[in-house]
C-alpha cells in the first residue's frame, strides 16, 4: 500500500506514502485510482483531498523505477490525471514541503490547490533532458503568468507558493496558508463540496497576450543553451499551450516527452545524476566506518585560496581559525573575505545582519597555539614544498591528537607532505577550485597511508560544506588538472597547425561549452600558468616549451587583467575581440619553424580536445588514480565546464564509440605515446567505460 485512505465527515483524504519523497511509483499510482473509486463510490463523501505525508506532497516520478518495468505499468500517470481531472467530486491538493514534477502534474489535475506558504513547486525536467510528460508544460500556463510558466517549465528551478501567490492574477493555488496545508485543504473541500465548485485547469483560457513575452526568453535560451535540446522544445510547448487547443498541445508534449527519454541527452544527464551519488561511496570503505567529528575547522594561508575555503566553511555554520604568518596578511585575507560578503549584500542577496554572523565565525591568528582544538586544518599557503614542510611540522606539533591535516596543493605529492608528520594516516589532500566559495567540485586526495576513518570524514565534511566531492589517488595534477594538461596542450598544437585561438574556442564551444580554452585562458590570468612553467622549466630542463604561451607572457599579455591577452579587450569591457598582433605571433612562429599551416575542421577541433581529456582519462582510471569512470565525468562536470548535457568525457567517449575514439586517437598522436593500453583494450572487445 502506497496511499492511506480516510474519510472525516464529507471529506475523503488520499494521502501519498511512499518514502522518502512520495515518488509516483506504480504502487502510488494504482492506490491514488483506487482510493478514488471508493471516494466516488461512497455517497456521504461530497469532495475529496489529495495530500502527502510527513510535510511532502510529492518530488514526482520514483527515481528507483527508472529503467524497470514498472516505470511504465498501468496506471499511467496520465491515467491517473485523468481520473482525477474528470472527478465528480472536487478533489482539492494539500501542498506541503516539495510539489515537482509529476507531483505537480498530479496538483495541476486536482480542481483547487491549497498549500503552505514555504512549499516549493516546480517542473524540474528539463534538467534531467526532458520536458514534463504529464500535461505540465499545458495547464502551468493556464493558472500562471506565461512568463513565469516559462520559467519554471525551460528553467526548471522551484518557485515557493509564497512567492507564486504574489501575483493576484496567478490560479494555481486557491490558498495559501502557513501551516497546515491539510487541515486547510479539508476546510477548503467542506466549503466547495457544499457549493458543488469543480474548476478543471484545462479548461481555463491561456492569456493570449503572453505569447509576445516568450520571444526574449527564446532569444536568451538560444544564446544559452549551446546544443541542449531540452529548454527550447519547452518553450515550444508553452507556445503550443496559447496557440492551440489543450488536446493538441497535450499531444505535442506527449511527442516531445517520448523523443527526449529516448536520447542520448536525457541519458547523460541522468547519468551525471547517478554519477554524482555513486561518487560519494569508495568501494572497500566499510559502510560503518566511524566519522570523525569536526565542529572547529581553521585554515592556513588566507591568499586567494584560504580566503574561499574560510568562506565555504563559514557559510556552512562552521567556525573557522584563519592562521597567517603577518598581521597584515591576515588583516588582507579578512578584508577581502567582508569585502566578498558586502559585493552579495549589496546585490540582495545576503542579508546585512547575515554578513556580521558570517564574520563572527571566523577567528584570525598569527599564533600556531590557536589551532590547538581543531578538528580539521586545511593548508592553503605557498605552493612550494619547503613552505609546507615548515607548515605541517608545526601543525604536527600543535594540533590535537586525531585532528586531520588537509593540504590544498595542486601540484605536490601528498604522500610526501603526509610523511612530513608523525601521523600520515590523519593526511590528506582537500583540492578546491578557484574561487573555493563558488565551485562546487572538491578533490580529494587519497594518500598511500590516508586511514580510513579519515577519508570517510572528509567525504561527510564535503557533503556538509555543500561541495560535490570525488576522491582521487596521489598523481601529479590529480584526476582534473592532469586531464587539463593534455587538452590544453591539444589547443596549442593546433594554434601552432594552423588554427586560430577564436576558432578553436568557437569550435568547442558549440560542442557545448560555456569558454573554450584562450578566451578562458585570460580571463583567468596568464601570468600564474607562466610562473609554474618558469619553476617546472628550471627543475625539467628537457620539458617540452609552451612557446606561444610564453611569448604571449613575455609580451605582457596577461588577459582580461592586462587588456590583452590571446585576444584584445576594450577598457572595461569583457568581450574577445579576435587580435592582430596574435595573429602575427603566430605566423612569426610557423615562419619560423616552417609550418606550411593546415586547416582543422570543427569537427576535428572538438575531437582533438575532448578525446585528449578521454585518453588521458583512460590512464588515470587504468592507474587506479579515479575509481570510476563516472567519477572522471563528475570532476568535469562540476569543475571544468564541460556540458552536462555531454554527461561527461567518458560518457560521451562510450556514446561516440569508443573503437571510433581510439582511431582518432591514433590519428592524432600527439606525443607519440599511441591511445591508452585501456582505450585500445576497450576498443577492441567492442566495450565501454561503464
Ligand atoms: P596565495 O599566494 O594567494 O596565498 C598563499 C597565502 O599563504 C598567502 O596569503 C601567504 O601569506 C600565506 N602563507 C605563506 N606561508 C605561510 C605560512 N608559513 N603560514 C601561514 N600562511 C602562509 O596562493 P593560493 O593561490 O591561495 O594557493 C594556495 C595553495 O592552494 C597552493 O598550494 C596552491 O597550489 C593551491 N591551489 C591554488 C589554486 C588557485 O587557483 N590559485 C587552486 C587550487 C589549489
Redesign the pocket.
Known amino acids: 500500500m502506497s496511499t492511506q485512505y480516510s474519510v472525516a465527515g464529507s471529506v475523503a483524504i488520499i494521502r501519498l506514502d511512499n518514502p522518502p519523497v512520495n515518488g509516483l511509483g506504480q504502487s502510488v499510482r494504482a492506490g491514488i485510482v483506487r482510493d478514488l473509486s471508493r471516494a466516488l463510490d461512497t455517497p456521504d463523501v461530497e469532495a475529496i483531498v489529495l495530500a502527502g505525508t510527513d510535510g511532502v506532497f510529492s518530488a514526482g516520478a520514483d527515481i528507483r523505477e527508472f529503467g524497470t518495468s514498472n516505470a511504465g505499468a498501468e496506471p499511467s500517470l496520465h491515467a491517473v490525471i485523468e481520473a482525477l481531472e474528470d472527478s465528480p467530486k472536487p478533489v482539492v491538493a494539500a501542498i506541503e514541503g516539495t510539489c515537482f514534477g509529476g507531483g505537480l502534474e498530479l496538483a495541476l489535475a486536482t480542481h483547487h490547490r491549497v498549500a503552505t506558504a514555504a512549499s516549493r513547486v516546480g517542473l524540474p525536467e528539463v534538467k534531467l533532458g526532458l520536458v514534463p510528460g504529464a500535461g505540465g508544460t499545458q495547464r502551468l500556463p493556464r493558472v500562471l503568468d506565461v512568463r513565469t510558466a516559462a520559467e519554471m517549465i525551460t528553467g526548471g528551478a522551484p518557485r515557493t507558493a509564497r512567492a507564486l501567490a504574489a501575483d493576484p492574477r496567478q490560479r494555481l493555488f486557491d490558498r495559501v496558508v502557513e501551516a497546515d496545508a491539510v487541515a486547510a485543504a479539508i476546510e477548503f473541500a467542506r466549503e466547495v463540496a457544499g457549493r458543488g465548485v469543480r474548476t478543471r485547469v484545462r479548461d481555463l483560457a491561456v492569456d493570449p497576450g503572453g505569447a509576445t513575452v516568450l520571444g526574449a526568453l527564446r532569444a536568451q535560451l538560444t544564446a544559452r543553451s549551446r546544443g541542449f535540446a531540452a529548454p527550447l522544445l519547452a518553450l515550444d510547448l508553452v507556445e503550443k499551450a496559447i496557440a492551440a487547443l489543450f488536446d493538441v498541445g497535450l499531444a505535442a508534449e506527449g511527442a516531445a516527452f517520448r523523443e527526449l527519454v529516448g536520447g542520448v541527452q536525457s541519458a547523460a544527464l541522468r547519468h551525471a545524476f547517478f554519477a554524482e551519488r555513486a561518487a560519494r561511496r569508495v568501494p572497500g570503505l566499510a559502510p560503518d566506518t566511524p566519522i570523525r567529528d569536526v565542529r572547529q575547522v581553521a585554515v592556513?594561508?588566507?591568499?586567494?585560496?584560504?580566503v574561499g575555503i574560510a568562506m565555504t566553511f563559514v557559510d556552512a555554520g562552521i567556525p573557522v581559525t584563519v592562521?597567517?604568518?603577518?598581521q597584515e596578511?591576515l588583516d588582507r585575507?579578512l578584508a577581502t573575505i567582508r569585502r566578498n560578503y558586502q559585493s552579495q549584500v549589496d546585490k540582495g542577496k545576503l542579508a546585512a545582519i547575515v554578513l556580521e554572523q558570517r564574520m563572527a565565525l571566523l577567528t584570525p591568528s598569527v599564533d600556531y597555539a590557536a589551532l590547538a582544538d581543531v578538528d580539521l586544518v586545511i593548508e592553503?599557503?605557498?605552493?612550494d614544498m619547503e613552505?609546507k614542510r615548515?607548515?605541517f611540522t608545526r601543525l604536527d606539533a600543535v594540533t590535537k591528537p586525531g585532528a586531520i591535516l588537509a593540504?590544498?596543493?595542486?601540484?605536490?605529492d601528498v604522500d610526501q607532505i603526509a610523511a612530513l608528520t608523525g601521523r600520515p594516516g590523519d593526511v590528506l589532500g582537500m583540492?578546491?577550485?578557484?574561487p573555493a566559495n563558488v565551485m562546487a567540485l572538491l578533490e580529494i586526495v587519497r594518500a598511500g597511508r590516508t586511514s580510513d576513518d579519515v577519508l570517510a570524514t572528509a567525504l561527510a565534511v564535503a557533503q556538509r560544506i555543500g561541495k560535490t566531492a570525488v576522491v582521487s589517488g596521489v598523481c601529479d595534477g590529480f584526476i582534473g588538472n592532469r586531464m587539463l594538461a593534455r587538452y590544453r596542450r591539444a589547443a596549442q598544437l593546433m594554434l601552432e597547425a594552423g588554427a586560430t585561438p577564436e576558432r578553436i574556442d568557437s569550435a568547442i564551444e558549440g560542442f557545448g561549452y560555456a569558454m573554450g580554452p584562450f578566451r578562458m585562458a585570460d580571463l583567468a590570468g596568464g601570468d600564474?600558468g607562466w610562473a609554474v612553467r618558469k619553476r617546472r622549466y628550471a627543475e625539467d630542463p628537457d620539458m617540452p616549451r609552451d612557446v606561444l604561451s610564453d611569448t604571449l607572457c613575455e609580451m605582457g599579455r596577461f588577459g582580461q587583467k592586462t587588456g590583452a591577452g590571446w585576444y584584445d579587450y576594450e577598457p572595461g569591457r569583457r568581450a574577445a575581440i579576435p587580435s592582430p598582433v596574435v595573429a602575427e605571433m603566430l605566423a612569426d612562429f610557423r615562419r619560423q619553424w616552417d609550418i606550411r599551416s593546415v586547416e582543422i575542421s570543427d569537427e576535428e577541433i572538438v575531437q582533438r580536445l575532448v578525446f585528449a581529456l578521454v585518453d588521458e582519462g583512460a590512464r588515470i582510471l587504468d592507474e587506479g588514480i579515479a575509481l570510476r569512470a563516472s567519477d572522471i565525468d563528475v570532476v568535469y562536470l562540476a569543475g571544468y565546464g564541460f556540458p552536462r548535457h555531454r554527461g561527461g568525457p567518458m560518457f560521451h567517449a562510450d556514446t561516440v564509440g569508443l573503437d571510433r575514439v581510439e582511431d582518432a586517437v591514433r590519428r592524432f598522436d600527439v606525443d607519440g605515446r599511441g591511445p591508452a593500453p585501456l582505450l585500445a583494450r576497450l576498443a577492441a572487445e567492442g566495450g565501454t567505460f561503464r
Not at 407 to 412: A, C, F, I, P
Open positions: 592556513v594561508g588566507a591568499g586567494t585560496m584560504g592562521l597567517e604568518t603577518s596578511a585575507g592553503a599557503v605557498f605552493e613552505v615548515a607548515v593540504t590544498n596543493t595542486s601540484t605536490l583540492h578546491f577550485f578557484s600564474i
